[in-house]
């Protein structure tokens, strides 16, 4: 909880929080957890202060010097960050749909795992910043500094404006736990001016950055999986050059991978069906331990409650081939702790096949 001594010195203005932050430079505030929604701390000196899940939206940080703040899965929703001072602040997890952070300092910045929807970023400097996994939709890079930045499994649409974007370079992989990104592209280069810019259409269509620069990549070689689309405009995420519906669904392939077995993510099955031979589509048919097993991820947008009589009648029917482990798992819990869900499957199908 947030140090009620802190809080006082801070509901006295800011003038006052400065001079006692000046005098009193060793000390980093602890405000977590608090509410302090609609707070004016325009030009605040906030560096270091830890506002983890603390209650910011629509809160004023114009001009603050905000950088080593910890905003971990703070919600900082219409909050006006503009101009303020953001290098190394961590949000992770942090809620920064709809904020302001035209013309902020966000170098070295962690924004893994964020809610940046509709979030304006306009003139701002996010060189070096962490972008792994952050939501973009809808929000507004036009003249942004994105150079260095690492943007492995960022989720874009064709709302997110990417005009005029200042970017030499990107990095499309990273450490989470040793804070290394990698993979450089382009490769051996930089992008020429405006370069970024032209590209980001095809990025939008197509997060396998891989195939996007590297000029020897051929089509039929980066498809090499069966996954179709629900909807003819649906985006489809790429990893390993493999097609999948969204990031949660690549989640539960690296936790897949980095165990060891044998997975076919989103491919077709041939087989007889109550209704004749038809094509099944599983999202993850896994065989671990000389077992087969189904992992599904449910999700309301394509698993809606109508649909799942379906569902059923489809289990049974990959039943009668002897797959006795079909489970459904809820897409958030997938998100957020993919490692739980497959140690999870995987228990149930010990149990099942001993």
Not at 19 to 37: F, G, M, S, T, V
Request: net charge negative.
């Amino acid at each position: 909880m947030a140090i009620d001594k802190h809080l006082l010195i801070l509901e006295q203005g800011i003038e006052i929080w400065n001079q006692w932050r000046d005098e009193n430079p060793n000390i980093k505030p602890n405000l977590y957890d608090a509410n302090l929604c609609d707070v004016n701390l325009s030009r605040a000196n906030l560096c270091g202060v830890n506002f983890s899940r603390t209650d910011l939206s629509n809160a004023n940080f114009s001009e603050a010097n905000l950088s080593n703040a910890n905003f971990s899965e703070a919600n900082l929703r219409l909050a006006n960050l503009s101009g303020a001072e953001l290098c190394h602040a961590d949000f992770h997890k942090a809620n920064l749909s709809r904020a302001n952070l035209c013309d902020a300092n966000l170098t070295l910045a962690n924004l893994y795992s964020a809610n940046l929807v509709g979030a304006m970023f306009f003139d701002a400097d996010l060189r070096g910043a962490t972008l792994f996994s952050a939501n973009l939709c809808f929000a507004n890079f036009n003249c942004a500094n994105l150079t260095g930045a690492c943007i492995k499994d960022w989720e874009i649409n064709s709302k997110t404006k990417l005009d005029k974007v200042i970017c030499e370079y990107l990095y499309i992989d990273y450490d989470f736990e040793e804070d290394i990104k990698s993979a450089k592209r382009p490769v051996n280069r930089n992008f020429a001016l405006d370069e970024f810019s032209s590209l980001y259409k095809q990025i939008i269509e197509n997060t396998d950055f891989d195939f996007i620069f590297n000029k020897n990549s051929q089509v039929e070689n980066y498809i090499s999986n069966q996954g179709i689309k629900f909807y003819p405009d649906q985006k489809i995420y790429t990893w390993k050059n493999l097609h999948f519906r969204s990031i949660t669904e690549i989640k539960i392939a690296e936790s897949l991978d980095n165990a060891g077995v044998l997975f076919l993510p989103n491919c077709l099955s041939r087989l007889n069906t109550t209704k004749g031979r038809a094509n099944i589509e599983s999202d993850f048919l896994v065989c671990y331990k000389g077992n087969w097993g189904i992992l599904e991820v449910d999700g309301e947008s394509y698993h809606p409650p109508e649909s799942r009589f379906k569902e059923q009648e489809r289990e049974r029917d990959l039943k009668e081939y002897g797959i006795k482990v079909i489970e459904r798992f809820e897409a958030n819990i997938c998100y957020e702790n993919p490692d739980s869900v497959v140690k999870k499957f995987f228990h149930i199908m010990e149990i099942t096949y001993s």
